[in-house]
């Protein structure tokens, strides 16, 4: 099941660059999608949301984009710090929302 | 800051045995779900649960599986026979209103079956 999918496994940013998180999707029935950060032996912890009928959420360092042309949305967090440096998942829901799909997840390194 | 708790954090069984994940939902939320994650892996829907009863399963969520809420606050997930192939580490999480919303997730349970 590959609905939702995160293509880069790992990313590396120099402190203070931007971090630029990508998502696709495959299910066009999808039209609420979420990020969310974990921490190693940690539950995953919600960042920011962004429903269908928006091209953009933004919420301090982190901005999500959605382009549903394309299927695709993206994360950015800017200026990245040594802090955010943990696993980004990406999730969807359906209108029927009981349930979140997730993506395979990005670790994210923030070097200092 | 509200949050979902769950226990044991760790809970190692001899294959056949039955377990039960306890979880502690956010208490105004009205929504609550299972999720797992297998070690590599992604993380994986089981069960959803509204009003005191079941709103969507996966395929994952066969017979050995069921989830209660024996009270206010406690919301549990029970395997009855588990399998090597159950250990992972299980999520639950919590979500206020009517539409999936924002869940929010306990720090997990990591479940080993030898």
């Known amino acids: 099941d590959q609905q939702v999918k995160q293509n880069s496994p790992s990313l590396s940013v120099q402190e203070g660059r931007i971090s630029i998180l990508n998502c696709d999707y495959t299910?066009?029935?999808?039209?609420?999608f979420l990020w969310y950060k974990k921490y190693p032996a940690e539950g995953p912890t919600f960042l920011i949301s962004i429903s269908s009928i928006k091209d953009k959420n933004e919420d301090g360092r982190f901005t999500v984009f959605l382009n549903k042309s394309a299927k695709h949305l993206s994360l950015h967090i800017v200026p990245s710090q040594p802090g955010d440096s943990a696993v980004y998942f990406c999730a969807a829901s359906d209108p029927w929302g009981n349930k979140l799909v997730f993506g395979a997840g990005t670790i994210l390194r923030v070097k200092s | 800051e509200p949050e979902v708790t769950q226990t044991p954090s760790h809970q190692v069984t001899q294959m056949g045995q039955e377990v039960i994940l306890r979880c502690v939902p956010i208490?105004?939320?009205?929504?609550f779900y299972w999720y797992r994650q297998i070690l590599g892996q992604k993380v994986e829907f089981l069960v959803s649960?509204?009003?005191?009863?079941?709103?969507?399963k996966s395929e994952i969520f066969d017979d050995q599986f069921s989830v209660e809420r024996p009270d206010g606050s406690n919301f549990t997930l029970k395997i009855r026979s588990t399998k090597l192939e159950d250990s992972a580490m299980y999520f639950c999480?919590?979500?206020?209103?009517?539409?999936?919303?924002?869940?929010?997730f306990g720090p997990g349970t990591r479940l080993l079956v030898l």
């Open positions: 208490s105004n939320h009205l929504y």
């Open positions: 999480a919590s979500s206020p209103g009517g539409r999936v919303e924002t869940q929010y």
């Open positions: 299910n066009s029935m999808f039209d609420y």
């Open positions: 649960f509204y009003n005191n009863e079941i709103s969507e």
